[in-house]
């Protein structure tokens, strides 16, 4: 099995946002051996985290980029998430109207061969 470095490490780990499949795949190890090595290795998970904001970065410039386009998918998105301190949140009203009925029946069908005291001991 391959050995890996700190600069294998963050060779594999540069565009790769961070998925451990990517790393993995360009360290020709498994996902198990990455995530060993990072918990192993507390610079390599730093490393792991800044490639995963990264991603997050890039995902945040594309939906400013469709909301400079207008894309109202992007508006909406953006109002439910970081305009919820304005009231931009979505909520479900649930109507009911009638009795609640907690009550849960359990039926259990014993073997013809089941003895009487058995059957005692289990209901």
Not at 64 to 81: D, H, M, P, R, Y
Request: aromatic letters at 8%.
């Amino acid at each position: 099995m391959t050995k890996i470095t700190r600069g294998k490490f963050k060779t594999a780990c540069d565009r790769s946002g961070g998925v451990l499949q990517v790393i993995a795949d360009r360290l020709k190890v498994t996902r198990k051996a990455v995530y060993d090595y990072t918990g192993n290795h507390e610079w390599a998970k730093e490393y792991l985290h800044q490639s995963r904001e990264q991603l997050v970065d890039l995902a945040e410039s594309k939906l400013v980029q469709k909301l400079n386009e207008g894309e109202s998918w992007a508006t909406q998105f953006t109002l439910k998430t970081l305009g919820k301190n304005r009231g931009y949140v979505e909520k479900s009203e649930v109507a009911h109207s009638g009795q609640v009925d907690n009550h849960v029946s359990l039926t259990i069908s014993l073997p013809d061969d089941f003895e009487d005291d058995e059957k005692k001991e289990i209901t």
